[in-house]
């Protein structure tokens, strides 16, 4: 098929979709012999449309829904300058780092790193010959989160994170996991949806910072198949509330 008969295409540099109609001969030898043959070639010129929600908070497992024209062409995505992977994360390992999702020839998920700053940040797709940028914003969680994988991979490390959400700081923040849901309650002070009266609980300190990642350790395999909880505690040393403000409570079931 001669392709400079098509004259737009010519010196072109953008992405071209071919659409070839086929039309079986009936005067042929077979249904199988070629009739007729039309070649027509539109150039496609990337273009997003929009961006669904504008703003998500600082942690979540939501993503951001990007929409526009050829982005099947897509050759790489950017938060705030920094390339990030694209596949169905989050990746083993990485949990709570960013990465993409292409969804078709016309909607892309950008799911944004955990802990980012309060505010304006930017989303850029490159493309062969082009880049594209829309800005989406970062908020302060609506209540004290935590988040943790829900199918985490033995042999990884494993890390939760958790924010004090809209409680005025500074806070000291605290992880407790347990292996059992049984509620604890010390009354007046904690209402905590996991640990078995204490029996079960170990209480991990937070690294400073009123969003920040916690570190469990690499999973072993002897805890293929377990399931672990977590759940936050939010105390504030110098105007303390009782009961200490909780999380929710976040459910990890350890897989190969």
Known sequence: ?????????????????????????PTGQSSYEIGALRLTGDQCTPAITGVTPGSLPQLTDDCFVVDGECLDHLVGVTWDGQTIPG???????????????????????VCPPFCEPIGDHEIRLFFAND????????????????LCEHAPKIDFEQCVYISSGP??????????????NSPTVVPGILNFDIGAQFSSLVCLNAPP????????????PAFLGLTQFFQGIVWNFGSTV??????????STYVN
Do not use: W
């Open 1 to 25: 098929v001669d392709l400079s008969a098509v004259a737009s295409l010519q010196a072109a540099t953008v992405p071209v979709t071919f659409a070839i109609d086929f039309t079986g001969n």
């Open 87 to 109: 596949g169905p994360g989050p990746f083993p390992g990485h949990y709570g780092e960013a990465f993409y999702t292409p969804v078709g020839a016309n909607q892309i998920r």
């Open 131 to 146: 880049s594209l940028a829309t800005i989406v914003a970062i908020t302060t969680p609506a209540a004290p989160t935590l």
């Open 167 to 180: 409680l005025p700081g500074p806070n000291a923040l605290f992880v407790g996991l347990s292996l059992s």
């Open 209 to 220: 910072g009123e969003c920040t990642k916690v570190r469990i350790g690499m999973i072993p």
């Open 242 to 251: 009782l009961p200490l403000p909780t999380t929710n409570v976040c459910a």
